[in-house]
T-cell receptor, first 117, second 117 residues
Framework: EAGVTQFPSHSVIEKGQTVTLRCDPI?????LYWYRRVMGKEIKFLLH????????ESGMPNNRFLAERTGGTYSTLKVQPAELEDSGVYFC???????????????FGSGTRLTVV | AQKITQTQPGMFVQEKEAVTLDCTYD???????LFWYKQPSSGEMIFLIY??????QNATEGRYSLNFQKARKSANLVISASQLGDSAMYFC??????????????FGTGTSLTVIP
């Protein structure tokens, strides 16, 4: 099966501009997650979708970040306006169902490296 | 408080030798899962191994084993017979509420492993 796909793989934008990151989860995965790693720090949770609904968005840093998941398929994460501290690698992951076996079904994408200058 | 602590920013190991990557965790939830992920230079996050908090035996997956010491709250990754392809960043992670994929991952800051020929 195809993995979790993220694009762009890299993005360099100026402070104040808008950037939209996209994540295509594995087909059939209801759960979709966004994480971010700022250079040198740990990977931190941003939010979690179950299908098209936001299950948990407690990790979203501020209202400059907007995540959507149209029709429960792909998801977008928009940063508007971007600030210097938004630079980092944004990971998307998807999983399906519950239970022990689901622990092995949590698949990450390769990430989008965002640089705000 | 940090949920996952990885105290080794960088490690070197001779090819064919074994190496231990340290990870300690902090949780008051009796049910949790511990994970290790590998991130090569290509960027994707590759699942390596999983240990459930109620598992009696240490998890093993090929050359990877997880040294789970519950009382000490440590979950060290042991890589046996290191190969050049093992050079990568390694992340320890925890999810509280075993079996429930709806809960977020907590990650450490990662350990960069370099295998020397």
């Amino acid at each position: 099966e195809a993995g979790v796909t993220q694009f762009p793989s890299h993005s360099v934008i100026e402070k104040g501009q808008t950037v939209t990151l996209r994540c295509d989860p594995i087909s059939g995965h209801d759960n979709l997650y966004w994480y971010r790693r700022v250079m040198g720090k740990e990977i931190k949770f941003l939010l979690h979708f179950v299908k098209e609904s936001k299950q948990d968005e407690s990790g979203m840093p501020n209202n400059r970040f907007l995540a959507e998941r149209t029709g429960g398929t792909y998801s977008t994460l928009k940063v508007q306006p971007a600030e210097l501290e938004d630079s980092g690698v944004y990971f998307c992951a998807s999983s399906h169902g519950f239970g022990r076996k689901a622990n092995y079904g949590y698949t990450f994408g390769s990430g989008t490296r965002l640089t705000v200058v | 408080a940090q949920k996952i602590t990885q105290t080794q920013p960088g490690m070197f190991v001779q090819e064919k030798e074994a190496v231990t990557l340290d990870c300690t965790y902090d949780t008051s939830d009796p049910s949790y899962g511990l994970f290790w992920y590998k991130q090569p230079s290509s960027g994707e996050m590759i699942f390596l191994i999983y240990q459930g908090s109620y598992d009696q035996q240490n998890a093993t997956e090929g050359r990877y084993s997880l040294n789970f010491q519950k009382a000490r709250k440590s979950a060290n990754l042991v890589i046996s017979a290191s190969q050049l392809g093992d050079s990568a960043m390694y992340f320890c992670a925890m999810r509280e509420g075993q079996g429930n994929t709806g809960n977020q991952f907590y990650f450490g800051t990662g350990t960069s492993l370099t295998v020397i020929p």
